[in-house]
């Protein structure tokens, strides 16, 4: 009896001082963007809040984000998702060295990725257009590591092999096997993926600071030089909104999947 | 066309002529995700490592490795990092393990335990402008803590922002994101702790202490090694936070290469900071084969339970 109540009192003390931890900053965000600035204010206003929609280049940086991370998902759908399935259907030598490439961004910080994609950006910007294609493509490999783990993950519990064969024998073809058989069978593991990528891309600021691309994060610490409330109210916007993003994924697990690394 | 809903067409030569056909054809199919991840992933990657070995001049030489390995300002920044990398690592590892004990130890799948769940997979990856923004209205100037302190302890260290800027500022917030990784990667781990294996240690007669130095602790501790590491390396590789918190470009490695690249504060340097990329990735890369390592050993135990 006597342990059970000590174990309960160390349980709360731990979960009370890491909850302080994690939710004070947040409070604090809140706290800070509702505090006056300015004459005309007295006491408590939202008017940084309110000032949200008029920001000068807000909206630019958030559709840009957006569309960045629907290039993302499309490269993710069209050649991400398709080569897995096509390497392990037929191609079972290329299984382990896929998985080593797509674990190798796991080894590359996102400084080191933009230290060596530099020169080429700078090329694809002078010569050919300044388009999210290019980032789109660095992110896409970036996020390589955590979709290619849903995905396999996903694979390994259908038989495809069987499924493929299935398909074929009754006439369907190689584009419609996988894009309308094996792809719905897997289906959490994509959403999976791309959930785990869209965050990423729309919290990503190291490549695209360094690259000059105004993405949302770009802009918001731009934002911060001029005015901390606003910009403070944003990320507080935003964070909610990924939380929101987050909690619509039926898996809770994915993390650890993810992370479960087998280099050697 | 479907080669396997045709059995036993065409003679046997030509079978295994189209077999190997197909074989070879088959490769096509991976061949864009090969062409792409070559050029925004191998190359990168390869212009990084081979542009550490050259000079000036575009010809093979260790002089660059060499000059950054014995600058003082890099070896600092050098130090900087391991060091932050490390607190933040411990720091983090403990709080979010002993969180992921009490967690498990409540009501299973409770509200508190998904809210908990869905929370810190969001504050994992909470990191760059957005935190630092979160901890100057904590901490910095007229931040919540640092305006009760002025009024309850005007002395205090929390009573001015100084402090925020350094590596003991950088280390509180890195451990806000620390805490969540290691909530979400150890919480499994110490899921699969057997209600059993408390009830046989009680039965044959040992109390809390031993339950947890003989078995508890022994059989968790691989796990806990594993997610330190892998804080480790997510600590050493963070750049965004850094680089809106503190304005010092010498201050980490990740700091520093962002200062090298651009060249914004006159001197450009692209061979040093190919050079200091090269560190970064030997240090992650050294870090994640322990790490798999020890997964290795985690994934053996948990094979034979």
């Not at chain 1, 996020?143 to 369907?172: K, M, N, W």
Request: hydrophobic share 50%; charged share 10%; net charge positive.
């Amino acid at each position: 009896m006597k342990r059970t109540w000590k174990v309960q009192l160390w349980r709360r003390t731990i979960m009370g001082v890491v909850a302080l931890y994690l939710l004070l900053p947040l409070y604090s965000m809140f706290d800070f963007s509702t505090k006056p600035f300015g004459f005309a204010d007295n006491g408590r206003t939202l008017r940084a809040w309110k000032v949200i929609p008029s920001q000068p280049d807000l909206g630019v940086a958030i559709a840009r984000s957006l569309i960045t991370a629907g290039i993302v998902m499309l490269l993710i759908l069209v050649m991400i998702v398709p080569t897995v399935i096509w390497v392990q259907l037929k191609l079972p030598k290329l299984r382990r060295p896929l998985e080593l490439l797509c674990l190798l961004p796991l080894a590359i910080p996102a400084i080191v990725l933009v230290v060596g994609i530099a020169p080429l950006y700078r090329w694809i910007s002078i010569n050919l257009t300044e388009s999210p294609i290019t980032l789109a493509g660095v992110y896409s490999m970036l996020i390589l590591p955590y979709t290619y783990r849903s995905l396999s993950a996903a694979l390994d519990a259908v038989d495809i092999h069987t499924l493929a064969e299935a398909a074929q024998t009754l006439g369907a073809s190689t584009f419609r096997m996988i894009s309308g058989i094996i792809m719905p069978t897997i289906r959490t593991g994509i959403i999976n993926g791309s959930f785990i990528a869209i965050a990423l891309v729309l919290g990503e600021y190291t490549i695209s600071n360094i690259l000059n691309y105004k993405t949302i994060q770009v802009v918001i610490a731009q934002i911060g030089r001029s005015s901390g409330n606003v910009a403070v109210a944003v990320s507080l916007a935003s964070l909610i909104f990924v939380l929101v993003l987050l909690l619509l994924v039926p898996s809770a697990k994915r993390r650890q999947e993810v992370l479960d690394v087998d280099l050697a | 066309m479907s080669h396997i809903s045709e059995p036993g067409a065409g003679s046997a030569i030509g079978r295994a002529g189209s077999r190997y056909w197909r074989g070879k054809t088959s490769y096509l199919g991976a061949l864009p995700f090969i062409l792409f991840s070559g050029l925004f992933l191998l190359y990168p990657t390869y212009n990084v490592i081979s542009g550490a070995f050259k000079n000036q001049q575009n010809k093979f030489s260790l002089s660059v490795i060499n000059e950054t390995l014995h600058s003082p300002i890099t070896m600092g920044a050098f130090r900087n990092s391991l060091s932050i990398s490390l607190r933040t690592a411990i720091a983090g590892s403990i709080l979010g393990g002993l969180f992921a004990w009490a967690l498990v130890t409540g009501k299973k799948k409770g509200f508190l335990y998904k809210i908990s769940v869905a929370l810190s997979s969001v504050l994992a990856q909470f990191g760059g402008v957005m935190l630092t923004f979160a901890f100057l209205a904590t901490f910095g100037f007229n931040g919540v803590v640092s305006s009760l302190a002025l009024h309850v302890a005007p002395n205090s260290f929390l009573a001015s922002s100084t402090w925020l800027y350094g590596l003991n500022g950088l280390t509180v917030v890195y451990t806000f994101f620390q805490i969540p990784l290691m909530i979400l990667v150890f919480l499994p781990t110490i899921e699969n702790l057997r209600p059993q294996w408390r009830e046989a240690s009680d039965s044959l007669g040992g109390n809390s202490r031993e339950y947890w130095t003989k078995i508890g602790f022994p059989v968790l501790t691989p796990s806990f090694a594993g997610a330190a590491l892998l804080l480790f390396v997510n600590s050493f590789s963070a750049y965004a936070t850094a680089a809106t918190l503190i304005n010092l470009s010498s201050f980490l490695t990740p700091l520093q290469i962002a200062s090298a690249l651009s060249s914004e504060v006159g001197g450009a340097n692209p061979a040093e900071a190919k050079a200091l990329s090269l560190l970064m990735v030997v240090v992650v890369t050294v870090v994640m084969i322990l790490y798999s390592l020890l997964r290795r050993r985690v994934s053996k135990w948990e094979a034979n339970r």
